[in-house]
């Protein structure tokens, strides 16, 4: 596994600035509000040719009776735990306060290896009076550092790699899928990626849109499968969407679908499926990508012998335009049937990836024209000469023909059912591009 550098500090520090910087992207949302960041946010980056993880948390309020406050706390100490190294973020505008002395003493009592970073030092040259009060943390010499700016970052890697073991041959991660967990929000999916990671990851709370971010978390499977979690803010409706962090999730959720490989989309089975989650759903389908569509709470429906049948039914009708993905019904909250997922994310994931020699493709399109014989408008009949694969993730194919206005929605729609009963593509989506002889696909 690849070394980790967890930042942690008390709120409005800074570390959400820091880690974007560190990472070369504006991965975590950064707003001058206390508390932002609610979540660990994970980032990959590299110094001096090693490669970490670098690990963004909620700032620590020590003492605190706030739910919100309370959980970004916890989420901290795990983040503590599992890290190589520690980034403690102090700010020199603010001075040393109260809050960080008791952080400071929390990571003392960690064990782990600490790094006294002092942000907002904005200033190259001589250095700032100010930062010399925080060796009275204990925690040794103080780095001043400016997240905006970048000043201070190289020392302060510098330092973190020093407390990296030895690079070791299998340092880089496995190939994993990786797995966005979209829907409305408050359908459970911050508790299906705690239930099926076995701690509380994730922030849950009955408050819609707890979660903010887009958050990574990599698992590995009692099967050896390697699986990366994106958890995500719900999409809200658009005329729902008030805070200008709240337009930053609903971008992070559309952002985590494009990088995914397989989106689960979740759904609450006590209200079935809503015009909310036909456009998230949407969002998946658009992209091309791989999807299982999860029916969760379902310990609390009111169930007989066909309940299950008239959901899948109701499902298929309001998604008509993804018929290719399979149903999953589970409860997230008592972990019935969670285990299903994971066949079903596999499955998809593979299909995805099918390639489809260009011999046996256009054997099966001889077949489907003997069957059914292409449509003709005035006397003039359509000819599709051949058919090849263009690409993957999802399948991509392109048909050459005579005329693609004798194309016809119906005829493109026969072949791509023949295309996916022949070759098992029944979990992926598809597409099928006409092009006419020299000319521009349409």
């Known amino acids: 596994m690849k070394p980790m550098i967890a930042i942690v500090g008390r709120p409005n520090v800074g570390k959400s600035l820091l880690f974007n910087r560190l990472i070369g992207q504006r991965l975590s ?23 970490f993880t670098v690990v963004d ?5 020590p003492n605190t009776d706030n739910e919100i406050l309370s959980f970004m706390r916890e989420q901290a100490r795990i983040a503590i735990d599992n890290a ?6 102090t700010d020199i505008r603010t001075g040393m306060t109260a809050s960080d002395e008791d952080v400071a003493e929390m990571l003392r009592k960690s064990g782990k290896p600490v790094v006294l970073a002092v942000n907002k030092v904005d200033t190259t040259g001589t250095v700032n009076p100010d930062v010399y009060e925080f060796y009275n943390l204990g925690l040794g010499e103080p780095i001043p550092v400016s997240a905006v700016h970048g ?41 299906l990626v705690n239930r099926i990671l076995g701690e509380e990851r994730v922030i849950v709370s ?16 009692e099967d050896g499968d390697h699986y990366i979690f994106i958890d995500t803010a719900g999409i809200r409706r658009k005329s729902k969407i008030e805070e200008s962090v709240e337009r930053y999730s609903v971008l992070r959720a559309t952002m985590a679908v494009e990088r995914a490989d397989v989106c689960l989309i979740l759904i609450d089975a006590a209200e079935g499926v809503t015009e909310q989650d036909t456009k998230v ?24 012998d066909k309940t299950m049948e008239r959901m899948t039914r109701d499902i298929r009708n309001e998604l008509a335009y993804m018929p290719y993905a399979p149903i999953v019904f589970l409860s997230a909250k008592t972990g019935q049937r969670v285990p299903k997922l994971f066949p079903a994310i596999r499955e998809v994931w593979r299909q995805s990836g099918t390639r489809v020699t260009t011999g046996a493709l256009n054997s099966v399109l001889a077949d489907a024209q003997t069957r059914v014989q292409p449509p003709t408008d005035k006397g003039r009949r359509l000819k599709i000469y051949y058919m090849t694969q263009v690409g993957v993730y999802p399948p991509r194919f392109v048909a050459f023909c ?14 791509e059912n023949c295309i996916r009963n022949t070759f098992g ?5 598809l597409v099928l591009t006409v092009r006419q002889k020299r000319d521009k696909e349409v």
């Open 151 to 191: 000043h201070g970052t190289g020392d302060l890697l510098d330092a973190c790699l020093s407390h990296f073991p030895p690079e070791a041959a299998d340092d880089a991660a496995p190939d994993a899928i990786r797995v966005a967990v979209i829907g409305k929000p408050n359908a459970g999916k911050s508790s």
């Open 402 to 415: 005579n005329d693609t206005k004798l194309f016809h929605f119906s005829y493109r729609r026969y072949l």
């Open 57 to 61: 948390t909620g700032g620590i309020e």
């Open 425 to 429: 593509l029944d979990g992926t989506p």
């Open 84 to 89: 190589t190294v520690i980034v403690f973020l």
């Open 29 to 51: 949302i950064v707003e001058d509000t206390p508390g932002v960041t609610r979540d660990r946010i994970y980032g990959e980056s590299d110094w001096n040719g090693r490669a």
């Open 281 to 304: 759903a949407g969002l998946a389908h658009d992209a091309g990508k791989a999807s299982v569509i999860v029916v969760n709470k379902w310990d609390i429906v009111d169930k007989d």
């Open 206 to 221: 009955d408050v819609a849109g707890t979660t903010r971010d887009a958050i990574d978390t990599p698992f590995t499977s």
